[in-house]
């Protein structure tokens, strides 16, 4: 489905739940999705049911008989795709304050350890002291013009050193 009819739905659902003719416009509900899309921050998760089916066999042998007794019939169920990840995106506080540049000296991510909830931001190269730390909101591997279309879904024109060294 494509994101203007998965807004479209979604704007649907809201409107017979709160009626507001000005707040549920399609233009400003549009641009409020596209703020959260420019901030949100895109995640993989392992599957917790994999997780649990290995916590079942680290466990003593009595434990993991019992216990088999009622997973064996999910496993059995699920086949190979008990291990299937889960994808989706978040809203980090910390990471959607980030500035964008199409040369970064910052990555925002979500590691496999990090099962708490939390972001990760790691430097990509060294930061001096008052310098701003960036992140790209895209991937900065494109061409300037896709780049410049990309941010442009969300009101933003690009005008970082990359940008500007590219644009002439």
């Not at 659902?13 to 959260?36: P, T, V």
């Not at 059995?76 to 995106?89: M, P, Q």
């Amino acid at each position: 489905m494509q994101i203007k009819d998965l807004a479209f739905t979604s704007l649907q659902l809201l409107r017979a739940a709160i009626f507001d003719r000005e707040l549920f416009s399609l233009e400003i509900y549009g641009h409020i999705i596209g703020m959260f899309e420019l901030n949100n921050l895109d995640l993989v998760v392992a599957s917790p049911v994999e997780d649990y089916f290995l916590y079942i066999d680290d466990r003593p042998s009595s434990e993991k008989e019992e216990a088999e007794k009622v997973t064996r019939p999910i496993l059995d169920a699920l086949r190979d795709e008990y291990a299937v990840i889960c994808e989706g995106s978040a809203f980090f506080p910390l990471q959607s304050c980030m500035n964008h540049s199409c040369r970064p000296n910052a990555k925002a991510f979500k590691r496999d350890e990090d099962r708490d909830g939390r972001a990760t931001i790691i430097a990509q190269i060294p930061i001096r002291c008052g310098d701003e730390v960036t992140i790209s909101y895209i991937d900065e591997d494109l061409t300037f013009e896709e780049r410049q279309a990309a941010l442009a879904d969300y009101g933003f024109i690009c005008r970082c050193s990359k940008c500007q060294e590219e644009e002439t």
